[in-house]
Structure formats: C-alpha cells, structure tokens
C-alpha cells in the first residue's frame, strides 16, 4: 500500500496526504514547517492565529507519530518558541531524546538576546529499540593556521583520527551560502544537516517522509544516502524543482561500503562503528599527536562525488546553487 507513494513528492495538503500513509510504516519522520512569524498584526488577532498555528501543527504533528514505526524517529525544526510549545505536546506521545541546537544566525528579533540557532526536536516513537547510530564529525581546526580549535593538551594521541562524536549542538553546519548572482531560497535547509539525520536514524532502504518538502532537501539527502522518501509538498513549483534535481541526484555518498555525507570536498560526517572500514581511505597524522596541526586528508579526491547543485561564485567559493523563488503566501511567515 505504501509502495506507491515512495520515491515521489506529492502535490497537496499534507493533512490530506498523510491518510493514505498507513500507521506504523516510515522509518524516520522529519518537519520543517512555515514559522508564522507575521509582524504587525494586533493583540488580539495575534492571539488567534497563535492558537491556530498551533492548532494546526498539532494536527500533522499527530500524523508524523502515528506513520512512524516502532523503531523510528520523529525530527522538528523550528525556531525555539514553537518548538516549547511542539515539546510539551508530543511528550504525551513520544519519547524525548534530544533538542538539538544548530548554530544559524538569524535577523535581530527584538531588544533582547540575538536568536543565533534554530532547533531540532528529536523525539523516538518509543522508549526503547530504537534505530539510533554515534556519528562522527571533523575536529574543528583555526581557518588559517590549520592548527585544532581545543586544546587537548597531552592527550592529543588519544584522539579519535576523524573527529569527535556529534553532540546536541551543531557549529560546523550553517545556513546555505547563497551564489552571489541568485536572489536565496527563502528556506533551503543545508542538505549536510539532513544526512546527518538520516545516518543517524535510519539504514540504507528505509524510508524518510518530510511533509513540508519545500524544494526537496530531505528527499535529495535521502536519496543520495540510499535511503527512500515520501515528500509532500503544496507549492507545484516547488514540486517540480524537487522532481528535476531529483532526477539528477545519484545514490553515490558512499565511500566503499559505507554511506558518508560530502559537502564541499570533504566529508563532515560518518558513522562511528564505520570508521573500521573507511580508515583506509584515509592518510592519518603518524605519529597521531601530529594531528594537532596535521589533517586526516581522504587519500584520494576522485572518491568525492560530483555533487550537481554546487557551483563556483565570482569569488571562487563553492556555494550551492538555490533556484530563484517566485512570492508564496507561506513566505510572509518565514524570517528570514
Ligand atoms: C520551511 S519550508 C520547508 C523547506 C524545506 N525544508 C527545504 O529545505 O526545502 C515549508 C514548506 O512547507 C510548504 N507548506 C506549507 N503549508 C503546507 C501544507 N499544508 N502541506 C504541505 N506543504 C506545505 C511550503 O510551501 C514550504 O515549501
């Protein structure tokens, strides 16, 4: 029953879609919905469409829970208010695992503090037997000198080669950097924030659905980990732009046997347990307390695959191409 709407994204409503998607069959649940964040409207009519928003997300939020298999996970994206409010109501269903933090800078909001990250709601189906895997990350190194950001002292040859393991708060992914000539997509999350996900979740084969699909970014990330996707979608030209890059993604971020996320000609994240298989392609700094100024370099580049939507700007930086958008009501919302 499922199989007909896997590997597509759907045009519509998703409330509407999701009743054709059986309880308990996709492996990994992910939202990134509009913010309604419209400025300028009065207290009381503030109020309403408050309530109404999150009136509304708890309705496909419910949906995302009941589709979601016992092993499986439930990811929310949103900036941290609705995310307090998504919090309190999915804990009577589903079982908290982590608010992750992912450093973006965002326009000033107010007088108060800079909001500088968005959030990520990490919730499991159940409790326990859940499909979870330890990822590893690069060590973050000084932009010039190359020398490593901590100061590890002493232990410097008791570090991990590749890098740390990712913990709840992400300072080496940021928002798209946008081709100087293009006006930027007014919401394209960075597709490494997806694979990172995903290899976190799920094995190759298993299913992701993204209800608020946008131009496709969890679909494409999905894809080319390995994995399939459900997208829905109420935007047609949204649609149609994830369907042709689609149609241009490979399911090639492997690197022998083992799916790995590529971004900008290096890898930024791989599974811990796959470290055993993917040390070979790798040079690593002998004696290993080098590695404070030395990289793990991939021996060979020509592993890297070619990643269709990123291209040169004027400057020379690689930057990923985002289609100009047209103005969608759902727009107003969006911050930023
Ligand atoms: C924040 S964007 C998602 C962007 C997406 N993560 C990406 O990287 O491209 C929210 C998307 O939800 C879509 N949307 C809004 N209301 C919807 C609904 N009721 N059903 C399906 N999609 C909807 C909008 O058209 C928009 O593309």
Redesign the pocket.
Known sequence: MIEKYINKIHN??????FKNIPDNSVDVT?A????NLKKNYSSYKDSLEFQEYLD?CEM?ISEMVRVTKSTGSIFL?NIPKWLTYYATYLNKFANFKHWISWDAATAPMGKSLQPAHYGILFYTKEANGTKIYELRYPHKRDRKQGYLWKDYGGKKDQLHPFGPLVSDVWTDIHRIKHNTKRDP?????P?HL?DRLILMTTDENDIIL?????????AISAKRLGRKYIG????KK?VEI?RQKLERTLPNFKLGESWVSFYLNDIVTIRNNDWNNLAKYFSIPNPLRNIDFERVKLIDKKLIPKEPDIEKDVLGNESEITEKPSK?K??EN?RD
């Not at 990134?32 to 913010?35: Q, R, S």
């Open positions: 519509g409503d998703c409330l509407e879609l992910f990134d919905p509009p913010f509304w496909w994206h997509h007014p919401c394209q999350l597709i997806m993204d209800p608020f699909s946008g131009t496709g970014t969890t829905f979608e109420l935007d949204y994830s969608y759902w727009e969006y």
